[in-house]
């Protein structure tokens, strides 16, 4: 048999392994893709429709919405209020992203660094941190910042501080500091468990060598760590983003124990424009915008993700 001959069949065989396993990946997605098409794709349709219809007393009564075009979403973008909530949620998305980024990070490394006994120990924390239902959550840290009884206020008087009588929840930035706490609280968990995963496939070897050639810790994180776990810093990111761009729970909650003026982000005033004043078009419009805003972040990500692959 010639040298022709023996190649021939091993490559026919090796187009074949190739073009089976280029097409088995959409075969095992496209259950998933059919049932999220399915579970999303009726509320997502009702509110666009929604959004360019009217909704006023006789359509309590039975009578069909009235079609206004764009002027429900002219009449929400024309209003300074609305400005005013995107603003401030946008603040407190980065903000918070960011703050349960470097703490998520700084508990994976942690984890990297210790010895099993205290690494098992921390991991159980974190476990317990984030099974822990959010109503609960919310509930325990009221009680924390409650100014007439609670923990922190006495900690801090005690520690020569005049918080005895202070009202974390009267103000608004007082409100948005204690949703920080607790969105942070619930978020650090998923981003250290994801970034320690990460930090796994980091080689030993690679880290060795250059600490023998006299990096520091902070030259080994920058130039060697940073870059092997890119792909997941920013998978994390972007659901961090995506996750406090469209928190609800922690602020109603917070609201409804004291609420201060001018607190509302998007989630708790697409609410209050839907369900408190019945006017579930000009809601709808406003999740549309949240909705385009959050397909800008993840189309940024994916071009980042095919730059990096290309």
């Not at 979403?73 to 209020?81: A, D, G, L, P, R």
């Not at 250290?192 to 994180?221: H, N, Y």
């Not at 092997?228 to 928190?247: A, N, S």
């Not at 609800?248 to 004043?277: C, E, H, W």
Request: net charge positive; aromatic share 12%.
């Amino acid at each position: 048999m010639t040298s022709t001959d023996a190649t021939t069949p091993k490559s026919d065989t090796t187009k074949g392994v190739k073009r089976k396993t280029h097409v088995t990946p959409y075969i095992l997605i496209l259950p998933a893709s059919i049932m999220l098409l399915v579970a999303m794709g009726y509320p997502l349709g009702w509110q666009i429709w929604a959004s360019f219809m009217k909704f006023g007393l006789r359509q309590q009564f039975g009578a069909p919405p009235d079609f206004v075009g764009l002027e429900n979403y002219i009449s929400v973008f024309t209003n300074k209020t609305t400005w005013g909530v995107v603003a401030r949620s946008l603040i407190f998305c980065v903000a918070n992203a960011a703050l349960t980024l470097v703490v998520g990070i700084a508990l994976a490394l942690l984890m990297n660094a210790v010895s099993k006994a205290v690494r098992l120990i921390l991991q159980i924390c974190l476990l317990l941190a984030w099974a822990m239902p959010v109503v609960a959550v919310v509930t325990v840290w009221i009680w924390l910042f409650d100014w007439r009884r609670g923990v922190i206020n006495y900690i801090l008087t005690h520690l020569g501080l005049n918080f005895s009588s202070f009202n974390w929840l009267g103000t608004s930035m007082g409100l948005y500091f204690v949703a920080t706490v607790i969105v942070v609280w619930m978020s650090v968990p998923f981003v250290a468990f994801s970034v320690f995963a990460g930090l796994t496939q980091v080689s030993e070897e690679v880290m060795e060598a250059a600490s023998l050639d006299g990096a520091s810790a902070t030259r080994r994180f920058v130039s060697i760590i940073v870059p092997m776990i890119r792909p997941v810093l920013m998978i994390v990111g972007l659901l961090q983003i995506i996750w406090d761009l469209r928190v609800f729970t922690q602020i109603k909650m917070l609201q409804d124990a004291q609420m201060p003026l001018n607190s509302d982000l998007l989630g708790t005033y697409i609410y209050r424009l839907g369900v408190g004043s019945g006017d579930f078009a000009m809601a709808s419009a406003l999740s549309i915008f949240v909705l385009i805003i959050t397909i800008i972040f993840s189309i940024a990500y994916v071009l980042q993700l095919i730059k990096e692959d290309s």
